[in-house]
């Protein structure tokens, strides 16, 4: 997901001629039906899962079944997919606040039920899942400039996706889980990037109650996440974080009991 390039460094006072790697990003245009839906900048890994994903999320199908061929040209940047129903493009398009030209087809939630989720974690498991997290992300290691997320049962990460785009990375989320059968539901949606209100829509999607990042939220997601009984938690940093909204899923465990002689 990185290439090597040749530039000038400029440190203690002069220049030297290095190889450094830098993220790779470029267009993907996918195509439904033989229409054109939308054309994204990303980085290429993981491109069937993002493309799922992104599908997923813009309701344009609700399970893999939907999907009767998907083909990825990656030199070309193409894809191509075919339904096995009947596609009319969306006619509205929003440009989000993302990087990596990120889009999307709707803003709607009103008709988004809150979440009805009642379990709890213990706030200190999210810091070595945020550790994880930087562990696994390979690209980011070696270039920087790449966004990261992962999907977590509370315990340990079982899916992890870089992009150039913060959307994409969460899309390509999504996209995995539904290509290798692991529920969302009810599972930790960590990111590296900003949580705006289309990112926290995108974990409300899959059911998950907890959000995290390593960044911060807006107010529009932080509404949102009130309304549909998300817990979204951001700026974590060291042994501490921010917690912008529904807090009763963060528990500390009782201490035990002292037993007397």
């Known amino acids: 997901m990185s290439q090597r390039v040749r530039l ?24 439904v039906n033989g229409q054109e839906l939308v054309t994204l900048l990303c980085t290429p890994s993981k491109l069937e899962a993002l493309v799922v994903g992104f599908l997923s999320f813009e309701g344009i199908i609700r399970g893999l079944e939907e999907i009767q061929s998907l083909t990825i040209l990656e030199e070309d940047g193409y894809a191509d997919v075919r339904l096995t129903s009947d596609f009319v493009p969306p006619r509205r398009r929003i440009h989000t606040s993302g990087c990596g030209g990120g889009i999307t087809f709707s803003l709607e939630t009103h008709g988004s039920a809150a979440m009805e989720d009642n379990s709890t974690v ?46 994409n990375a969460i899309d390509k ?14 599972k930790v949606l960590l990111a590296t990037g900003r949580i705006s209100s289309e990112m926290l829509r995108k974990g409300a999607h899959m059911g998950t109650p907890i959000v995290v990042s390593r960044t911060s939220a807006t107010t529009m997601s932080i509404d949102l996440a009130k309304r549909l009984g998300l817990t979204l938690i951001g700026y974590v940093r060291g042994d501490s974080f921010y917690v912008y909204s529904h807090p009763e899923r963060l528990v500390l465990p009782k201490p035990a009991p002292v037993l007397s002689r």
């Open 122 to 167: 213990d706030p200190r498991s999210l810091f070595p899942l945020i550790r994880e997290l930087y562990v696994e992300a390979q690209s980011y290691r070696e270039s920087r400039g790449i966004h990261a997320a992962a999907l977590a049962d509370g315990e340990k990460l079982v899916i992890v996706t870089e992009d150039v785009g913060r959307h």
């Open 8 to 31: 000038h460094h400029f440190t203690s006072g002069h220049f030297q001629v290095r190889d450094i790697p830098v993220v790779q990003e470029g267009p993907l245009s996918v195509y």
């Open 173 to 186: 989320i999504c996209g995995e889980a539904m290509l290798r059968g692991i529920p969302t539901t009810g």
